[in-house]
């Protein structure tokens, strides 16, 4: 089986390719009738899923995964479970779920680039749905102890009570720019004059 197309975006970590890499290469060896459970990037391949948070289809893929290589290989299972975890909106166990297991050497950079990713959303959804946070509770979302929790959040200009240990969001501000194109402002005068006689 080649899996160099895969190879190459682990490669130039283009981990958001790698799901439908993983299906294009699925649909192709299920064409040729051949038989590829064992020797198939299992782990990967719901990573790749997990990476475009495509809960969905990292279920039905692993519903897919014959029992023999869900025991035999710990990394399939290791991936999943944070799939379970982003499956239940258990926000602080996908950290836990990330550090409790040893990846290996394929995995490592894509699990790293996806915590990476998740913090980033994690920290986009407390910035919309909050405007303050206990410092406690931002660490679970985070996935950080509580004084990198606070520092990460001070550098994105939000600001902490120390006496009550609560963070105050900085609302980024919204801008909206708008350009005036003087061919649409001629059209829509025309179109208006054309209306009204």
């Given at each position: 089986?080649?899996?160099?197309?895969?190879?190459?975006?682990?490669?130039?970590?283009?981990?958001?390719?790698?799901?439908?890499?993983?299906?294009?290469?699925?649909?192709?060896?299920?064409?040729?009738?051949?038989?590829?459970?064992?020797?198939?990037?299992?782990?990967?391949?719901?990573?790749?899923?997990?990476?475009?948070?495509?809960?969905?289809?990292?279920?039905?893929?692993w519903?897919?995964?014959?029992?023999a290589?869900?025991?035999?290989?710990?990394?399939?299972?290791?991936?999943?479970?944070?799939?379970?975890?982003?499956?239940?909106?258990?926000?602080?166990?996908?950290?836990?779920?990330?550090?409790?297991?040893?990846?290996?050497?394929?995995?490592?950079?894509?699990?790293?680039?996806?915590?990476?990713?998740?913090?980033?959303?994690?920290?986009?959804?407390?910035?919309?749905?909050?405007?303050?946070?206990?410092?406690q509770?931002?660490?679970?979302?985070?996935?950080?102890?509580?004084?990198?929790?606070?520092?990460?959040?001070?550098?994105?200009?939000?600001?902490?009570?120390?006496?009550?240990?609560?963070?105050?969001?900085?609302?980024?501000?919204?801008?909206?720019?708008?350009?005036?194109?003087?061919?649409?402002?001629?059209?829509?005068?025309?179109?208006?004059?054309?209306?009204?006689?």
């Open positions: 089986m080649d899996f160099s197309l895969l190879k190459d975006a682990m490669a130039s970590k283009s981990y958001e390719k790698i799901a439908d890499i993983c299906v294009d290469l699925m649909l192709q060896v299920a064409t040729q009738g051949i038989a590829f459970q064992d020797e198939w990037p299992y782990a990967i391949h719901l990573l790749g899923y997990i990476y475009v948070n495509d809960i969905n289809s990292a279920r039905f893929l519903k897919s995964i014959p029992s290589i869900k025991e035999g290989h710990p990394e399939v299972a290791a991936a999943w479970k944070i799939g379970q975890k982003l499956w239940t909106r258990d926000y602080a166990g996908v950290h836990e779920a990330i550090r409790e297991f040893d990846w290996s050497q394929e995995s490592r950079d894509m699990v790293a680039s996806f915590s990476e990713l998740y913090t980033k959303r994690m920290f986009e959804l407390l910035l919309s749905a909050y405007s303050t946070i206990s410092v509770d931002a660490a679970l979302f985070l996935g950080m102890n509580q004084d990198d929790a606070t520092n990460y959040v001070l550098q994105q200009g939000w600001s902490v009570d120390l006496t009550s240990r609560m963070l105050t969001v900085k609302k980024q501000p919204v801008v909206t720019e708008q350009k005036l194109d003087p061919g649409k402002l001629q059209r829509l005068t025309e179109y208006v004059f054309h209306l009204e006689h």
